[in-house]
C-alpha cells in the first residue's frame, strides 16, 4: 500500500512508527460525516489513477461523498488533483489572455462554431481542445470535418503557430488531460453517482483547468434537453464551478441558458455549421444569436478587450456586421485544411438527398418540446454516436420551423428531415410528433437566458 505523512483521521502508525494511509479509513470518514484532508484527497486520486486503488473502494467512497457531501475547499482540492493528474496545456507561448468557453451540452449547441470566429477577429485568442464524443449530433470537432479536408489533427507547433497568427486552433483531444477525471467518471456513470454537485463540477473544471486557458466562460444548460433538468441545480452548479475556477486562479463567469427546446433551429453537423454560418452572416435564428452575443461579450469582457458587457456586446455586433468574423472563420477552416470556400457558399456543406416535411397535426400554439426526443430523432439519422466506433452521417438533421410560443394551423410545416433512408424518417417523424405538444391556448415564447454568475472581478 503506498504510504504518505499525514495529521488527520485516515493516517495510521504502522509497527516501525511510519504513517500511512489506508483507503479504508478515508472512505470510513466521508462515510461519518467527515471532511476529507487534502493529502487523503490527493492519496486516493493518485492511486486510484496508478490502478493502486480499485474500482470498489472507489465506488464505495463516490457513494458516501453523494450522501455526505463535500466542502468547498475539498471539492477545490478534488478538482486540482484530477486536473494534475495528467498533462497539462502549457500556451505560455500564446501571447494575450486565452479565453475559454464550455457548454454543459444540449441539442443544437453549435454555440462554439460561430462564437469562436467572432472573439478572434475582435482579438481574443482561442485555443481550444476538443473531443468528439457520444451525443445526439458529434460534437464541435465532427461538426468542422464537414468542411471538405477539414483536420484537427495538427501538431502541437501548428497548433501554437496558427493561434499567434489567425488568432484560432481547435485540436483534436490527443494530450491525456485529466485521465482520473476519466477513470472516474466512467466508474460514477455506472454506480449511481454522477448526480452530485461537488462531482459534476469537479470533474467539468479538471479538464477545463488542465487545458491551460486563463480565463472560462460557462454556459450551463438547464431544461428538458440538458444535463441539469432543474434551473435551481443549474445556478448551482454555475456558482459551483466559478468558485472552483476563481480559487484556482482563473477569470470565470457563468451564463445560464435554456435548453427547454433546442437551440436555434437546426439540428445535426452539416446543417448546424450552416446555421452557424447564417448567424455570421447576421442571419441567424434570434434564440441562438443571442445566445452568442451574451457569451462573446462575456469572453471579449474577460479576455481584457471590452470594458464592460455592453461594450462586448457591440464589438460582437461589428464582427458580423463588418464580415470580420465570417472571414476569420474562413481563414480558420483554411488554415486546418479545410474547404474554405463554403464558408461563403454554405451550400457546400453536404446535406442528405431525402428530404420530408413534418407538419402539424392541429392548430394552435406550440406549448413544449421534449428537447431530448429530438436529440433522439438526429440519433435515429445516424447524426450522432451511439458507441465510439459509430460513424456519424454528417448530412442527416432537422430543421425546425416552429418552436415554443409559435402559433401555427394545421397543415403548417414545423420542420424538415434530412435523411439518407426513407424507413428511418418514417420512425423519426412518428417520434418527433409525439415531442411537439400543441394547445389551442395562448402560449408566450421561451427566455434564453436565464441568469449569470460573475467572477469577482467582472
Ligand atoms: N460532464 C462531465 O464532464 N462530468 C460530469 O460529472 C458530468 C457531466
Given at each position: 500500500m503506498t504510504g504518505a505523512y499525514l495529521t488527520e483521521s485516515a493516517e495510521k502508525r504502522s509497527d516501525n512508527g511510519v504513517y500511512f494511509m489506508r483507503m479504508y479509513d478515508i472512505?470510513?470518514?466521508?462515510?461519518?460525516?467527515?471532511?476529507?484532508?487534502?493529502?487523503?484527497?490527493?492519496?486516493?486520486?493518485?492511486?486510484?489513477?496508478?490502478?493502486?486503488?480499485?474500482?470498489?473502494?472507489?465506488?464505495?467512497?463516490?457513494?458516501?461523498?453523494?450522501?455526505?457531501?463535500?466542502?468547498?475547499?475539498?471539492?477545490?482540492?478534488?478538482?486540482?488533483?484530477?486536473?494534475?493528474?495528467?498533462?497539462?496545456?502549457?500556451?505560455?507561448?500564446?501571447?494575450?489572455?486565452?479565453?475559454?468557453?464550455?457548454?454543459?451540452?444540449?441539442?443544437?449547441?453549435?454555440?462554439?462554431?460561430?462564437?469562436?470566429?467572432?472573439?478572434?477577429?475582435?482579438?481574443?485568442?482561442?485555443?481550444?481542445?476538443?473531443g468528439r464524443g457520444l451525443g445526439h449530433t458529434g460534437g464541435t470537432i465532427d461538426k468542422l470535418e464537414s468542411f471538405d479536408g477539414f483536420s484537427t489533427g495538427i501538431s502541437n507547433e501548428t497548433f501554437i503557430n496558427n493561434v499567434n497568427s489567425i488568432g484560432i486552433a481547435i485540436m483534436g483531444q490527443t494530450a491525456d488531460l485529466a485521465p482520473a477525471d476519466k477513470k472516474l467518471y466512467a466508474l460514477r456513470d455506472v454506480t449511481a453517482t454522477v448526480d452530485n454537485m461537488s462531482l459534476i463540477a469537479s470533474s467539468i473544471m479538471s479538464k477545463k483547468l488542465a487545458a491551460g486557458a486563463d480565463a472560462i466562460v460557462l454556459d450551463v444548460k438547464t431544461g428538458s434537453g440538458a444535463f441539469m433538468k432543474n434551473e435551481e441545480d443549474a445556478f448551482s452548479l454555475a456558482k459551483e464551478m466559478v468558485t472552483i475556477g476563481e480559487d484556482a486562479g482563473r477569470r470565470m463567469c457563468a451564463v445560464i441558458s435554456n435548453m427547454d427546446q433546442p437551440l436555434g433551429c437546426a439540428v445535426g453537423n452539416a446543417i448546424e455549421v450552416r446555421e452557424a454560418i447564417d448567424t455570421l452572416n447576421g442571419k441567424g435564428p434570434e434564440d441562438f444569436t443571442e445566445l452568442v452575443y451574451e457569451l462573446g461579450s462575456r469572453m471579449l469582457l474577460l479576455g481584457g478587450k471590452a470594458a464592460d458587457v455592453s461594450k462586448g456586446r457591440e464589438m460582437v455586433k461589428n464582427a458580423i456586421e463588418s464580415g470580420a468574423a465570417l472571414n476569420k472563420l474562413a481563414e480558420f477552416v483554411k488554415a486546418q485544411g479545410g474547404d474554405e470556400r463554403a464558408v461563403y457558399e454554405p451550400e457546400r456543406l453536404k446535406l442528405a438527398d431525402y428530404r420530408s416535411e413534418i407538419l402539424s397535426p392541429s392548430s394552435g400554439y406550440i406549448h413544449s418540446i421534449d428537447c431530448d426526443e429530438i436529440g433522439i430523432c438526429s440519433l435515429m439519422l445516424g447524426g450522432g454516436r451511439e458507441t465510439k466506433e459509430s460513424v456519424i452521417d454528417l448530412s442527416v438533421g432537422l430543421l425546425l420551423e416552429k418552436k415554443v410560443g409559435d402559433k401555427v394551423n394545421k397543415g403548417d410545416r414545423i420542420a424538415v428531415i434530412y435523411s439518407s433512408d426513407e424507413e428511418k424518417t418514417e420512425a423519426v417523424r412518428e417520434r418527433f410528433l409525439k415531442a411537439y405538444h400543441i394547445s389551442e391556448e395562448f402560449c408566450e415564447k421561451q427566455t434564453l437566458i436565464k441568469g449569470v454568475i460573475n467572477g469577482r472581478d467582472n
Amino acid at each position: 500500500m503506498t504510504g504518505a505523512y499525514l495529521t488527520e483521521s485516515a493516517e495510521k502508525r504502522s509497527d516501525n512508527g511510519v504513517y500511512f494511509m489506508r483507503m479504508y479509513d478515508i472512505i470510513m470518514k466521508k462515510r461519518n460525516g467527515g471532511e476529507l484532508s487534502d493529502e487523503e484527497i490527493r492519496f486516493f486520486i493518485e492511486g486510484y489513477t496508478k490502478g493502486e486503488i480499485p474500482d470498489y473502494q472507489v465506488s464505495s467512497l463516490m457513494m458516501a461523498i453523494f450522501f455526505q457531501k463535500m466542502t468547498a475547499r475539498e471539492t477545490l482540492v478534488l478538482t486540482q488533483a484530477m486536473a494534475d493528474s495528467g498533462d497539462k496545456l502549457d500556451l505560455s507561448a500564446i501571447k494575450g489572455i486565452k479565453v475559454d468557453k464550455h457548454s454543459t451540452g444540449g441539442v443544437g449547441d453549435k454555440t462554439s462554431l460561430a462564437l469562436v470566429p467572432i472573439v478572434a477577429a475582435c482579438g481574443v485568442p482561442v485555443a481550444k481542445m476538443s473531443g468528439r464524443g457520444l451525443g445526439h449530433t458529434g460534437g464541435t470537432i465532427d461538426k468542422l470535418e464537414s468542411f471538405d479536408g477539414f483536420s484537427t489533427g495538427i501538431s502541437n507547433e501548428t497548433f501554437i503557430n496558427n493561434v499567434n497568427s489567425i488568432g484560432i486552433a481547435i485540436m483534436g483531444q490527443t494530450a491525456d488531460l485529466a485521465p482520473a477525471d476519466k477513470k472516474l467518471y466512467a466508474l460514477r456513470d455506472v454506480t449511481a453517482t454522477v448526480d452530485n454537485m461537488s462531482l459534476i463540477a469537479s470533474s467539468i473544471m479538471s479538464k477545463k483547468l488542465a487545458a491551460g486557458a486563463d480565463a472560462i466562460v460557462l454556459d450551463v444548460k438547464t431544461g428538458s434537453g440538458a444535463f441539469m433538468k432543474n434551473e435551481e441545480d443549474a445556478f448551482s452548479l454555475a456558482k459551483e464551478m466559478v468558485t472552483i475556477g476563481e480559487d484556482a486562479g482563473r477569470r470565470m463567469c457563468a451564463v445560464i441558458s435554456n435548453m427547454d427546446q433546442p437551440l436555434g433551429c437546426a439540428v445535426g453537423n452539416a446543417i448546424e455549421v450552416r446555421e452557424a454560418i447564417d448567424t455570421l452572416n447576421g442571419k441567424g435564428p434570434e434564440d441562438f444569436t443571442e445566445l452568442v452575443y451574451e457569451l462573446g461579450s462575456r469572453m471579449l469582457l474577460l479576455g481584457g478587450k471590452a470594458a464592460d458587457v455592453s461594450k462586448g456586446r457591440e464589438m460582437v455586433k461589428n464582427a458580423i456586421e463588418s464580415g470580420a468574423a465570417l472571414n476569420k472563420l474562413a481563414e480558420f477552416v483554411k488554415a486546418q485544411g479545410g474547404d474554405e470556400r463554403a464558408v461563403y457558399e454554405p451550400e457546400r456543406l453536404k446535406l442528405a438527398d431525402y428530404r420530408s416535411e413534418i407538419l402539424s397535426p392541429s392548430s394552435g400554439y406550440i406549448h413544449s418540446i421534449d428537447c431530448d426526443e429530438i436529440g433522439i430523432c438526429s440519433l435515429m439519422l445516424g447524426g450522432g454516436r451511439e458507441t465510439k466506433e459509430s460513424v456519424i452521417d454528417l448530412s442527416v438533421g432537422l430543421l425546425l420551423e416552429k418552436k415554443v410560443g409559435d402559433k401555427v394551423n394545421k397543415g403548417d410545416r414545423i420542420a424538415v428531415i434530412y435523411s439518407s433512408d426513407e424507413e428511418k424518417t418514417e420512425a423519426v417523424r412518428e417520434r418527433f410528433l409525439k415531442a411537439y405538444h400543441i394547445s389551442e391556448e395562448f402560449c408566450e415564447k421561451q427566455t434564453l437566458i436565464k441568469g449569470v454568475i460573475n467572477g469577482r472581478d467582472n
